[in-house]
């Protein structure tokens, strides 16, 4: 099991911006796909967002097109996921994941049957 330790989730008014990252010390992010999901209590995880292990390839759920982006930071060695015009629609606990069989997958997607490593996650609310 890889570790993934997500940081940077908040409570937040409508319309505000968050950045969460995602570090880890167990392999080189820039070499794997990888991806944010979403949970609320109750419901399945949702992807939001992903990348693949060049960041060539990236895919948005249609809800936060436009105002979600993922990008790497290759020398922090850490995911990030910028998120900015939230609303309370976008709370929830948001995970990183990433397909840790195989290094250098060239695409992704938003489906969680992808990914094998998850964190634990960072919440998110957005209220007013």
């Known amino acids: 099991q890889l570790e993934l330790v997500e940081s940077g989730g908040d409570s937040v008014q409508p319309g505000g911006s968050l950045s969460l990252a995602c570090s880890t010390s167990?392999?080189?992010?820039?070499?794997?796909?990888m991806a944010w999901f979403r949970q609320v209590p109750g419901e399945e995880r949702e992807g939001m967002a992903c990348?693949?292990?060049?960041?060539?390839?990236?895919l948005y759920a249609d809800s936060v097109k436009g105002r979600f982006s993922i990008t790497r930071d290759r020398a922090k060695n850490t995911l990030h996921l910028h998120m900015k015009n939230l609303e309370p629609e976008d709370t929830g606990n948001y995970s990183c994941?990433?397909?840790?069989?195989?290094?250098?997958?060239?695409?992704?997607?938003?489906?969680?049957?992808?990914?094998?490593?998850w964190g634990q996650g960072t919440p998110v609310t957005v209220s007013a």
């Open positions: 990348t693949s292990d060049t960041g060539t390839m990236t």
């Open positions: 994941a990433v397909w840790a069989l195989t290094p250098h997958r060239n695409w992704c997607t938003l489906f969680s049957k992808d990914y094998d490593n």
């Open positions: 167990s392999f080189t992010v820039a070499h794997y796909s």
